[in-house]
C-alpha cells in the first residue's frame, strides 16, 4: 500500500491530492513543451503498466482504473481482521442460501478452524450452492469435482506427464490445486480415489510421482452425498469420516425461505453474479490465526472433556471418540464462538457443536457404520448425554 501525500512543486504545477492507494503506482510527470501550450502532465502507472489518462488537474483516486490485485502477505498475530466482517459473509451468503443461517454458521466455522465439511441430505436441498457461494464471499479459487465410478487418483491429484521436447516430465496439477474443493457425490468414486484426498485434507499437500507439492492457503474440501441412495456408491471408511471436522445436514427450507426460492428462480441473471467477496484469502488465514487466541476457562475444558469421555463408557455405543475428534471438537468450537462475535467460548458453543463434530465419529452397538440410521441414532445418544451433564455456568 502506497499513501500519496499532498504535493505542490511551482516549476512544475503538480499537484496530488492526499489518498490511499491499495495498489503500487509509478508516476511519470511528463514536463512542459517549451511552447507553453501545455502546463505538463502526470501518468499513472500501476504494476500492470496501465496508464491513467494525462491532466493538468489534481488526480483524483475516484478515477483512476482498477488496480492489479497485490500478493497476499502472511497473516502476523498483530494484524486484527474485524469479526464483524463474518456477519457480513454470512448475511451475503444469505443472499443466494436461503433459510439456513445456522448451516453457513457450521460452515464458516470449519474453515476458520481449518477442518473439512461432509454435507449430508437428499439432492436439491443447496449443497453445491453453499460450498460455491461460501467460496465466492471468501475471496478464495474454488473447484468442482463429480466423482464417478471410472474417476482415477490422478484425475483429481495430477498426473506427471513425458514431455518430448524437454526429455523430462511435467507434472499437471489436478483440480484440488485450489482453496475450497467441493467433491460432489463423494462416494461414487472407488475407494481407491477416495483415499487420494487423505493426505490433502490431513497435511495440506499432494505427493505425485514422488514429489510432493504444497497446496494453496487456506485449503478447504466440502463433500457431498446421498445418504438414502446406495446402488452403485462406496460408503466412506470411518478413517476418512474421521478427517472430516463437521458431517452437516441442511434439511428443507421454510415455507417463507422457499417461497423466496420460488420467486428468485425466474430470474435470468446467474445467481452467484449477485455475490461479492467480502473476505481476503489473507483475511481468512488472518481469522483462521485468531482462533487460537479464543480464550476458555477450565471449566468448560471439563465439560467438553467430560462429554467425550462418557462416549467412551457408554454402554450404547462400541467405538467412542478418538482424540482426534475431541481436539477437533475443542478447535471446533472455539471458530464457532468467533462467528457469533465472541472472543471466549461459552458452554453453548460446545453444546451446538458435539453433533455435528462427533456424530459420525462414534458407531452405535447394532448400527451397519456409515448409513443414514447410524447418524441420525449416534445423535440421539449425544444428545441423551448432553441431557446427562451438567453444563458449568
Not at 43 to 70: F, H, Q, Y
Not at 91 to 118: C, M, Q, S, W
Request: glycine share 6%.
Amino acid at each position: 500500500m502506497v499513501v500519496v501525500k499532498a504535493v505542490h512543486a511551482p516549476q512544475r504545477n503538480l499537484f496530488i491530492r492526499v489518498g490511499v492507494i491499495l495498489s503500487p503506482l509509478r508516476l511519470t510527470w511528463i514536463p512542459q513543451p517549451e511552447n507553453g501550450s501545455d502546463p505538463g502532465s502526470l501518468w499513472a502507472n500501476d504494476v500492470g503498466g496501465r496508464k491513467c489518462v494525462p491532466t493538468p488537474t489534481p488526480i483524483r483516486l475516484s478515477e483512476l482504473p482498477p488496480m492489479a490485485e497485490t500478493t497476499a502477505s502472511a497473516p502476523t498475530r498483530e494484524t486484527k481482521v474485524s469479526l464483524e466482517l463474518l456477519d457480513q459473509l454470512i448475511e451475503e451468503v444469505e443472499t443466494v442460501f436461503h433459510g439456513k443461517r445456522d448451516v453457513i454458521k457450521l460452515a464458516l466455522a470449519a474453515v476458520l478452524a481449518r477442518g473439512h465439511v461432509l454435507f449430508e441430505d437428499v439432492p436439491g436441498v443447496g449443497k453445491t450452492t453453499l460450498a460455491h457461494a461460501l467460496a465466492k464471499t471468501l475471496g478464495v479459487g474454488f473447484r468442482r469435482i463429480q466423482f464417478t465410478s471410472d474417476l482415477l487418483p490422478s484425475d483429481v491429484l495430477g498426473v506427471s506427464i513425458f514431455n518430448p521436447k524437454t526429455a523430462e516430465f511435467d507434472t499437471r496439477p489436478g483440480p484440488i490445486f485450489t482453496n475450497v474443493v467441493l467433491a460432489d457425490e463423494i462416494n461414487r468414486a472407488p475407494p481407491r480415489t477416495q483415499s487420494g484426498l487423505l493426505e490433502a485434507m490431513q497435511e495440506g499437500s499432494v505427493t505425485i510421482d514422488d514429489e510432493t507439492y504444497t497446496l494453496p492457503r487456506p485449503f478447504l474440501v466440502m463433500a457431498t452425498q446421498n445418504p438414502l441412495e446406495h446402488h452403485g456408491t462406496y460408503p466412506l471408511p470411518e478413517s476418512q469420516l474421521d478427517r472430516f471436522l463437521m458431517r452437516i445436514t441442511i434439511g428443507y427450507p421454510g415455507p417463507e425461505a422457499e417461497r423466496r426460492i420460488l420467486t428468485e428462480s425466474a430470474d435470468i441473471e446467474p445467481v452467484f453474479d449477485r455475490l461479492r467477496a467480502v473476505l481476503t484469502p489473507t483475511q481468512v488465514l488472518q481469522l483462521q490465526e485468531r482462533v487460537e487466541d479464543v480464550l476458555v476457562d477450565d471449566a468448560i475444558l471439563d465439560y467438553l472433556m467430560a462429554i467425550v469421555e462418557r462416549t467412551r463408557t457408554s454402554p450404547e455405543l462400541r467405538m467412542g471418540v478418538s482424540p482426534r475428534g475431541n481436539i477437533a471438537l475443542f478447535r471446533a468450537s472455539r471458530a464457532y464462538a468467533l462467528t457469533q462475535g465472541r472472543t471466549y467460548l461459552v458452554p453453548d458453543d460446545v453444546h451446538h457443536l458435539v453433533v455435528p463434530v462427533l456424530a459420525h465419529r462414534i458407531l452405535p452397538v447394532g448400527a451397519a457404520s456409515s448409513s443414514m440410521d447410524a447418524h441420525e441414532q449416534a445423535a440421539g445418544i449425544l444428545e441423551s448425554i448432553l441431557d446427562e451433564i451438567e453444563a458449568p455456568v
